[in-house]
């Protein structure tokens, strides 16, 4: 696949995890749990997706893989447990 | 084989300078969001009531612009790597256009919270407000700038194939405004 089509793709993902969120956040009859849940992890999945294709931190060494992917989690966890 | 993974590790895409500057970034907004966080948590019927306050949508058309913006740079430092300068050229041009676009729109949500006296020290949750959103707002006013600076060098053909780094750093700090928007818009704007 070309890098215009990945792209293109990750552009298509982010656009609709971040339409999700909107609609989870302000419209959903979840539990306060579920929504905060569902909406970190599809801003953890954002942020990701971000810096992998658009970052290309792909390429980058295994040390900064990790280290981009532990902040996320962490920021996700710890934004769950103050919620 | 230690040494390839050294210089792979010293250089990752836009050089490790870039990368230092992203990483203290996100912890410095992780870090602000944590502390808004807790605050909202000791004052749950305030931020609730404050939060009731932001233009959600505003916001929601906001976080699409600047992730479109983020595809537009990926695409300029892409086609740059195959040599085409011109693309790269106009792909940066729009990735300025969202830019100025998220910022327009700002500005609005800035002017339309003034008009209404709800400023810097309206209440806790607004200076948390002002004081995040208000400092992404220059990151962006900064990186808008810096591909305005990528753009007419790209156009001049300054850089190439070979010559790319400049131009992959400069996305580098676009993208990263990118991610502290994600962050900014979950936590304020989301999750009150």
């Known amino acids: ?83 | 084989m230690i040494e390839n993974n050294k210089k792979a590790f010293l250089y990752p895409p836009g050089g490790i300078l870039i990368w230092i500057i992203i990483l203290v970034e996100l912890i410095t907004f992780a870090a602000g969001l944590t502390i808004f966080s807790i605050q909202r948590n000791a004052n749950p019927e305030l931020f609730y009531e404050s939060g009731q306050l932001l233009l959600q949508n505003v916001a929601l058309i906001n976080t699409i612009i600047l992730i479109t913006g983020g595809y537009f740079m990926a695409m300029a430092v892409s086609v740059l790597k195959k040599g085409d300068y011109k693309k790269s050229s106009s792909w940066t041009l729009a990735a300025i256009v969202t830019g100025l676009a998220f910022l327009l729109l700002k500005s609005y949500e800035y002017y339309q919270k003034l008009e209404h006296g709800i400023s810097l020290d309206y209440n806790s949750f607004f200076t948390f407000y002002w004081l995040l959103t208000g400092f992404h707002y220059l990151h962006v006013l900064i990186a808008t700038l810096i591909l305005v600076g990528v753009y007419f060098n790209t156009k001049a053909g300054k850089y190439s194939q070979d010559n790319f780094l400049d131009v992959e750093s400069s996305a580098a700090f676009w993208h990263m405004c990118d991610l502290i928007w994600l962050l900014l818009f979950a936590i304020i704007y989301l999750l009150n």
Do not use: C
């Open chain 1, 1 to 83: 696949m070309n890098t215009l089509r990945i792209n293109t793709i990750t552009w298509l993902v982010l656009v609709l995890l971040t339409l999700f969120g909107y609609f989870m956040a302000e419209g959903s009859s979840l539990a306060k749990p579920v929504v905060f849940g569902l909406v970190l992890a599809a801003t953890a999945i954002k942020f990701l997706s971000v810096g992998f294709q658009f970052l290309d931190l792909k390429e980058a060494h295994l040390a900064w893989r990790i280290l981009f992917l532990g902040f996320i989690l962490i920021f996700a966890v710890a934004m769950f447990f103050l919620a």
